[in-house]
């Protein structure tokens, strides 16, 4: 019995070479729990004030995007009275996402979206081409579809997309000799502070509004009527812009509470076994000091 | 005015684009400082050949007294 405590004695020291006795590790971790819980209690700073900073940023967004899904809504009003009979199936994708990451499944959702279109067969030709906005998404999609990107965008998103930006878009493609014969917009649609979901806006190009049904009702000039398409383009962008805006600000402030949550429980965790290694060591040094005191 | 021809030069949205700058610009002191805010745009894009994206180039390049941004 003594034998095996003085053993433990000499084990504690640390300049055994080669043996791994086991006093001898929990000093030593002791000191490494020590490192990861300062680690962790500042990884725990900045999820938390990454989740203020989005939750302030999410009520402004929210505001832009109640009053940008007006104009959304007037396109669709415009659409539902003059739907097309057919569309055909080469289909230009419009893919909204953003620069920035830390946000949750914001970037791989349009992403995915995008590939089941174009996994389904016969839905959408094969090289139907794609526009992607955002520099996450364009990089998840030039691994899965690089043939069909034609243009790309970035710098969108850092604060609330103005109409500027979206005209911009619209007024790139239209300039650019892209054929298609209708446009899809993949976006993120808000479905409450906590949940989003991927959805599409379909757009229909001059040549398609001209020849829907319901349009000769209207009695428009083909000049007027190019500017409309023009316009209900950019119209699109800029509803799908603000809405996958709030999207990215609310998974981002999701994501950062969940991993404050997981760094305290972390913490929690941590303190615990640092704790509870402490005083074990300390129970060892005294069992020490007490044999060598009953042994003299 | 029969005929407008700035449809030959350029689209409907740069029309209005270049309206509403004019507009902006009109107004007074406090509302334009408001409103010119909901008018920037820093676009970027690129065109992608066969897989492989083009030179980043900015829609609107900003002035040399701006700081630049960083290369994509």
Redo the contacts between chains.
Sequence with gaps: MLARRTLGRIASQPQVLGAAPSQARNMATLREIELRLKSVRNIEKITKSMKMIASTKLAKAQRAMQAGKEYGLANAELFKHASPEETGKRKLFIVVSSDKGLCGGIHSSVSKATRREFAEKGKVEEDSPIMVIG?KSKAQL?RAL??N????????G?DIP????A??????I???DVKYDSIAIVYNKFVSAISYEPAIIEVEPEKLLKEAPGFRAYEMED?VT??LS??TL?NAIYAALVEAHACEQSARRNAMDNASKNASDMINRLTMQYNRGRQAAITNELVDIITGASAL | MSSATWRNVFTYNKYTQIAARALRASLKEEERVAAEKRGVTILRYQRWENGHGGPMTYLYPPEDAAPKKPAV
């Design positions: 520099d030039s690089p043939k990107i034609v243009m790309s965008f970035n710098q969108i850092r103005t109409f500027a930006d005209a911009g878009v619209a007024d790139l239209l300039t650019s000049d190019r500017d023009e316009f950019a």
